[in-house]
Nanobody, 121 residues
Framework: QVQLVESGGGLVQAGGSLRLSCSAS????????MGWFRQAPGKEREFVAT????????YYADSLKGRFTISRDNAKNTVYLQMNSLKPEDTAVYYC??????????????WGQGTQVTVSS
């Protein structure tokens, strides 16, 4: 069982930045694939970014490349999402997900409770 706890969400003006954090349980965190999805009101959950365990290879939604950066600190069992140049359309609940097998960049078996990000215009 993997427990995930997100933090760092909040209200920010357009053009601003936020860094989300996701703390994970487990002794083999370094091998987990970790990612972020988001869900805006009335919309389906969409992929944001993933960072793999071995090698730290990253995947991004095409529309977010250049503004969002995913990273991890294996010593702290934590994954981060740095979000820059935020836009009102980035407003959503952001969810952290984990694949402890480390094999999938988008099929996560474990999810956090989500953290709200609101970008005002």
């Amino acid at each position: 069982q993997v427990q995930l706890v997100e933090s760092g969400g909040g209200l920010v003006q357009a053009g601003g930045s936020l860094r989300l954090s996701c703390s994970a349980s487990g002794r083999t965190f370094s091998s987990y694939a970790m990612g972020w999805f988001r869900q805006a009101p009335g919309k389906e959950r969409e992929f944001v970014a993933t960072i793999m365990g071995s090698g730290g290879y990253t995947y991004y939604a095409d529309s977010l490349k250049g503004r969002f950066t995913i990273s991890r600190d294996n010593a702290k069992n934590t994954v981060y999402l740095q979000m820059n140049s935020l836009k009102p359309e980035d407003t959503a609940v952001y969810y952290c997900g984990a694949d402890p097998t480390g094999s999938s960049w988008h099929d996560f078996g474990y999810w956090g409770q989500g953290t709200q990000v609101t970008v005002s215009s």
